[in-house]
């Protein structure tokens, strides 16, 4: 495959007490894992002495020019990169949120994810586990690698077989206003229903007036007549600033949320609630699930994979 190889900065680490609030549910009731947070790498917080110390780094970067490459994990090796990446297992029961919160019909394995050939691998797969008929994976990058604000990007290619929920996403490193999800927020990067062929999603959720879930969604629709579609590799991704959050799909923009409308009354701090923190990446592939309509696989559904070439994280050049 064609991509660049890159020389990865240095990343500063940090020693913190807080909480950290994991909500497992996509639109579920609130669900938190807590745990302490050690040793979190925090991408926003690197000097600039660090952010500057190779200029050819800039020069790959020459594709985004306002912003500059922080941390990016390319899938270079043999095994997943376990000083970036976290396995998650189960149906979610160990986390207090049986089916993930959205009535899943996988059981994540380990595994399930491969690194080859310059990719990283999630197979879901018809396989018995757990109680379950299917297997799957997910993994996070909580308590490593977090980021605030920048251009966060995944090259990533998707399978069209119905019954297939890949995503993309983000949930924030700690609680806000010691709250759980939605209140805390999650961004939704890249969501896709596996049953149609040229259509991806991006969503934010929040709490509203209410301080109950609501989100603002769009979905990216690709041109099947120019012969793409999800099964071919597509850069998804959002630049995320104080003021707003903007989606794209190679480079072209779906989806535009600002702070007027994240901002709700059921917020009591006067800044740009809740998008305002430290948040992680995570990558998975459910089955099944309310996100399409719980529709599962075909009857001769063996296996299908989602392909992710690199995940990167820029932030601005100042």
Known sequence: MNKKLLTLLPIVFLATSCDLNISFG???SVSVEESSVNEASSVEESSTEELSSSSSQEEESSSVEAYKLVWSDEFDGDSLDTSNWNYQYGDGSSYGITGWGNQEQQYYKEEN?????GELVITAKKESAGGYSYTSARITTANKVHTKYGKIEARIALPAIQGMWPAFW???????????WPHSGEIDIMEAKGRLPNVTSGALHYANDNNSHTYMTANNVFKLNNYTNIEEYHVYGITWSEEKIVWYCDEVEFLTVSKSQWHTAAYSQNDASPFNQNFHILLNMAVGGHFDNYILPPDDFTSAEMKIDYVRIYQENK
Not at 170 to 180: D, I, T, V
């Open 170 to 180: 983000m949930l924030p490193e700690s609680r806000y206003e010691n709250q759980g």
């Open 113 to 117: 994810v491969s690194v080859k050939d």
């Open 26 to 28: 996509k639109t579920s």
